[in-house]
């Protein structure tokens, strides 16, 4: 969901710690996704709490690692040369099958686990998941 779209009713103050961390990760005035799980790392908090933040602050999440938004120029990361040609590899569509959840998504974390467990570049994940018409939710920053 794209931050114009969020109810921004709960907007909680930001530890001035926490958005000058944010601030200072920012490239073309947007929060990349792999920089908000570094930060959240380094700070010891939640990736969900950094995308929170972020939303306080009015700043935008780019670079999905899913790559599901945030692609100047393109919607999703695969809308570039290259993609269409990857063969899934053998067992992915049934790993996720079994990952669904009952509402028949799959998780960001779950794409993430598939991801490492297939060798897959988080992207790759991604995409597959979209081939087969599976809409990823539950995004660890919050952003969908």
Do not use: Y
Request: glycine residues 10%; neutral net charge.
């Amino acid at each position: 969901m794209a931050l114009k779209d969020k109810n921004m009713t709960d907007v909680r103050a930001v530890d001035p710690a926490l958005a000058d961390s944010i601030r200072a990760e920012l490239k073309d005035d947007r929060l990349d996704c792999v920089r908000a799980f570094v930060l959240a790392d380094a700070k010891g908090i939640t990736p969900l709490a950094v995308g929170g933040a972020a939303d306080s602050l009015g700043v935008h999440l780019s670079h999905c690692q899913l790559g599901l938004f945030g692609f100047p120029g393109h919607a999703k990361a695969w809308e570039t040369g290259g993609w269409k040609e990857m063969t899934m590899p053998e067992g992915f569509k049934e790993a996720i099958r079994s990952s669904l959840d009952p509402d028949g998504s799959l998780s960001c974390s779950a794409a993430w686990t598939l991801a490492a467990r297939f060798g897959l570049v988080r992207a790759q994940a991604g995409f597959f998941a979209s081939r087969l018409n599976v809409k990823i939710k539950h995004c660890q920053l919050g952003a969908f």
